[in-house]
């Protein structure tokens, strides 16, 4: 039998002796003991200076992954769609592609002819407005600012200002864009000529709007960041009651990122990849999260093993290897996962899949390599001031104690099924709900959880002119059709105008044998109401031509809400089966993965259901993106498992030594504290996505909040452990612990 005892060397670090050992052969051991740690003291060396480099490479990539953004909804819609062949043909009939700015200026006791007059002066001058760098705003318009039109009721004017949208995302001064750089200079000029006559001046507009998302993702690269990793740091404190490991930590979050940043940024660069706003927030929030929870997993088993081995580096080596298997799963399931969206038909969405991949990849690497090595270099003082002593104590030993891991631990093995009846009832319960969950858009209005004043331009713009004037919908049709269409289109309820002829008795202009007619709504262009009107049109118009086509702004919303439900339809029952796959093959059981992928849908379904009574009810939003649903149910499924993963990776382990359901009762109590722990900083992390004011990221942080503290204090804790307790060994059917 070899045993253990223990000696502290002058650095405190607690090394091996074995009891066989005879007086002969004691300085040979002790020699080659000397020679094993001077190995493990160059390796965590080199492991540390080598992220410590790679740090102060990838640290300022992140800082510059707002510059590679693509935010433009068109861009993101499969060539297919019918509002992307419209989009790539009506460039045939201008020079340019333009954005529209609109400047709506409203007196509401009526414009007087100063007013007119000072709105000219002001068009005038916009050509000549400074952006900085010796640039003006005349270099980037696609056609010459001349157009003012008077409202109706003779209160409001609508200046258009078109710049070259192919040009608008180049860097003009200050790292600023001209898309943000043209609507911030116009309003400061605005402010100097005719905010002071007593005028409300407003810039918006699919232009003014897109400025207005640039300066809500403004913050994305310090604010968002910052925010995550001070919850995580406070919650850590909390977990570890130590001052110096959440800092360890952290820092492996921190270098995770940098990793991740390294490859995304020259990839996004190059266009091989999509980033845009919102998969670069749940970037940062992926990794962070993952990181965390992994390290948590393999700080919690080294801990475990130090009570156990007085080497610090033999704790390490075992914890590791034990740690590593949950832990390469998880990332794999979680990465195939995403990587799934790559199936999906918006390149947005399919961005996403290797952004938010290549992020887990990191998060991965940093938690098994950087992690170990600053562990092994503190030693056990890292945990101070609750330092881990040598005196064989075990979490396992809590199953049916007094502690709250070790009280429900007893309560699952007291009552199963009881236990998992009610829990299953109660997400049920949550999950009826579900189909009141509503994602069939919003307008632009509705993006924005703060005033912006492009959302107050547009309301105001409804208010005088027709709601969808200034983003018209886009008819391509066949010369010889087009008075047919124009004749059609107009007896469309909803459609306020619509004309073939850019003047009147100017006639229609003809490329290729098409023409292009404009349809204005007197709904707002965004609205989910401007949507019906678009799809009842393209109905109408099917009847006129199956070659004709209905673009523009609407229609895109409209495709882009028949790509996402598509998606859903493909996507999610592809992310189940490779789920499926990865959990048959890790716990060698079909029963197993079968009990946890269930488990884990009816997770998100009562997710979604309390998500759908929370937004309708608590907050009264209008509605959610149609990509919400998939979005959550990536993040929900893919990284929920994860915690049923490191809960049965350890019960499999405890069963082959003390049988199935013993084995239940003892992974439960020794995970229960730590699974918690991790899905409590993944909420928390998820919940920083708050603190920008956009509607999809506020929802996507809610349910994906809510949900992981469900699977953590309700499916891992209650639902699976007491239906595997209730199954017993047949849970691990058809492997050999079945038998």
Request: glycine share 10%.
């Amino acid at each position: 039998m070899t045993g253990y005892c223990a000696r502290t060397d002058g650095e405190g670090t607690a090394v091996e002796q074995d009891e066989r050992r005879g007086p002969d052969n004691g300085n040979e051991l002790r020699q080659g003991r000397g020679k094993g740690r001077w190995a493990w003291r160059a390796a965590i060396a080199a492991v540390l200076i080598g992220w410590l480099v790679l740090g102060s490479l990838g640290g300022p990539t992140v800082g510059k992954l707002s510059e590679v953004q693509e935010n433009d909804n068109a861009n993101f819609l499969p060539k297919q769609a019918e509002s992307t062949l419209v989009a790539n043909e009506s460039a045939k009939f201008v020079d340019s592609k333009a954005l529209p700015y609109f400047v709506l200026i409203v007196r509401e006791s009526g414009i007087t002819p100063t007013d007119l007059a000072n709105a000219k002066a002001f068009l005038a001058s916009v050509p000549a407005m400074d952006l900085g760098d010796g640039k003006t705003i005349g270099d980037y318009l696609a056609a010459p600012a001349t157009t003012i039109v008077p409202s109706e009721d003779k209160k409001a004017l609508l200046l258009t200002v078109e710049i070259d949208g192919d040009r608008a995302d180049e860097v003009v001064k200050d790292g600023e864009t001209v898309l943000f750089a043209v609507a911030d200079t116009m309003r400061t000029g605005i402010e100097q000529t005719l905010t002071p006559t007593g005028l409300d001046v407003y810039v918006t507009g699919p232009g003014g709007v897109f400025a207005d998302f640039v300066v809500a993702f403004s913050g994305i690269d310090g604010i968002l960041l910052g925010v995550a990793l001070a919850v995580v740091f406070v919650i850590l404190l909390i977990v570890y009651r130590s001052p110096v490991l959440p800092i360890a930590v952290l820092l492996t979050a921190v270098f995770g990122l940098a990793l991740a940043a390294l490859v995304v940024y020259p990839l996004a660069k190059s266009d091989v990849l999509e980033l845009n706003g919102q998969s670069q927030g749940i970037l940062f929030i992926l990794v962070v999260g993952a990181a965390t929870d992994y390290s948590l997993l393999l700080v919690s088993r080294y801990k475990e093993e130090l009570h156990d081995y007085a080497s610090k580096y033999q704790a390490m080596r075992i914890a590791w290897r034990a740690a590593v298997e949950p832990i390469a799963a998880s990332a794999a399931t979680v990465i195939l996962g995403l990587l799934c969206l790559l199936l999906s038909q918006l390149g947005s969405t399919k961005g996403l899949g290797p952004v938010g991949a290549i992020g887990i990849a990191g998060a991965f690497i940093s938690a098994m390599t950087f992690l170990p090595a600053i562990l092994l270099a503190f030693g056990r003082r890292i945990f101070w001031p609750s330092i881990p002593r040598l005196d064989h104590v075990h979490a396992r030993d809590q199953v049916g104690g007094r502690k709250l891991w070790g009280r429900v631990s007893g309560l699952v093995g007291r009552r199963p099924r009881l236990v998992w009846v009610i829990s299953a009832l109660a997400l049920l319960a949550c999950a009826a709900f579900l189909p009141t969950f509503k994602a069939s858009g919003t307008s632009q209005e509705d993006l924005f959880l703060n005033k912006v004043e492009s959302v107050t331009g547009q309301e105001v713009l409804g208010r005088h002119f027709d709601a969808g004037a200034g983003t018209p919908v886009q008819i391509l049709t066949p010369a010889d059709q087009a008075d047919q269409v124009v004749q059609t289109a107009s007896k469309v309820d909803g459609v306020a105008t619509a004309s073939a002829s850019v003047a009147p008795g100017v006639p229609p202009k003809v490329v290729d044998g098409k023409v292009l007619v404009q349809a204005t709504l007197n709904v707002p262009a965004d609205s989910p109401e401007a949507t019906k009107v678009v799809e009842h049109l393209r109905t109408e118009l099917d009847t006129v031509s199956p070659d004709v086509l209905v673009g523009g702004s609407t229609a895109i919303n409209l495709d882009v809400l028949d790509a996402s439900n598509r998606d859903l339809r493909v996507i999610i029952p592809t992310i189940l089966a490779v789920i499926f796959v990865v959990l048959m093959l890790l716990l060698r059981s079909i029963v197993a993965a079968v009990l946890l992928v269930v488990a884990n849908v009816l997770s998100f379904g009562a997710t979604v259901g309390v998500s759908a009574i929370a937004f309708n009810h608590i907050f009264d939003f209008p509605g959610a993106d149609p990509s919400i649903p998939l979005y959550a149910f990536v993040f929900l499924v893919a990284l929920g498992i994860d915690y049923s993963i490191f809960l049965m990776t350890r019960v499999r382990e405890e069963s082959q030594e003390h049988g199935t359901r013993p084995g239940i009762l003892v992974g439960l109590a020794v995970t229960g504290g730590v699974i918690t722990s991790a899905g409590v900083v993944l909420a928390a992390t998820f919940s920083a996505l708050g603190v920008l004011p956009i509607l999809f990221l506020v929802q996507i942080a809610f349910m994906v909040a809510f949900g992981v503290l469900l699977d953590t204090t309700v499916v891992r804790s209650l639902l699976v452990p007491s239906l595997a307790y209730d199954i017993g060994k047949r849970v691990w059917w058809p492997s050999k612990l079945s038998s």
